[in-house]
């Protein structure tokens, strides 16, 4: 399983994963030539891409899904009240595309994938994040979301790989200028993940299998990369995880990641 986190944050975010069977966007809210050019970029063949699975349906996540699907006669992969959301929205056409309604804590499988949607906090119709596995190998994507439940640490502990948003310093996000609706909006148990609760969450979730994370959905106006990176690493050493068996990997708005293969 090849990963690569190909822009994240509020400015658009899409991931792909490729095995030698399958080929996977999760979501997209990049214009059609800007997600070509990341693809192209990261190494990876965008006609190999068959499926795109739908976290939520805020704008920064979709708003390029009905071109790229349309153009690659790609599977949307959502639940049922976000494909609702998307037809409304307009982002998708009834008789236009495929739609394929998923439901939470239930596997379905994409080719040589399994992958189970699990339930996130956040402000939007039916937000998910994605646990997925080939083989013996997973990889959790977890981003959008105020906080995450024990039960759901439970069920996506000690995975291979994490996409975990890392949105805010707390400190950062008070002293910016953005309107305090807004920053209330993300303090808010529906909003993002602070750098010191994703990785109070990773330390619990972190197991032997545990070898590469990737800190996503940094706010451009309340985070720095350093600073995500030296919190975690501070906080996960705090909590006796050893760092040396992790690789951290950091994402980018409109950049790729580093590609990882499972």
Known sequence: MRICVLSSGSVGNATIIETEQTAILIDNGLSLKKL???IKKSGFDE??????LITHEHGDHIKGVGVCTRKWKL??????????????????????EQTTAVEKNVWFDLGDLSIMPFRISHDA??????????????????????YITGDILKTLGNADAYIMEANHNVEMLQMC???????QRILD??????????????????????KHIYLAHLSQDAN??????????????????DLSKLNLHMTYAMHPSKVITL
Not at 47 to 52: C, S
Not at 129 to 136: A, F, L, N, P, V
Request: hydrophobic share 35%.
């Open 75 to 96: 599977n949307v992969c959502a639940t049922a009240k976000t494909i609702d959301e998307m037809y409304r929205k307009n982002i998708i056409k009834p008789g236009f």
């Open 47 to 52: 006609n190999r891409i068959e499926h795109i």
């Open 36 to 38: 070509q050019e990341l």
């Open 189 to 210: 148990d529906c909003g993002h993940l602070s750098n010191e609760d994703s990785a109070y969450a990773m330390s619990q979730l972190i197991g032997e299998k545990t």
């Open 224 to 241: 720095l990369p350093d600073l995500a990176e030296m919190t975690v690493r501070h906080i996960l050493k705090e909590e006796n995880v």
């Open 177 to 183: 200028n953005r309107p305090w609706s807004l920053k």
């Open 125 to 146: 119709v039916d937000p998910v994040g994605y646990m997925i596995k080939q083989g013996e190998k997973t990889l959790v994507y977890v981003t959008d979301t105020g």
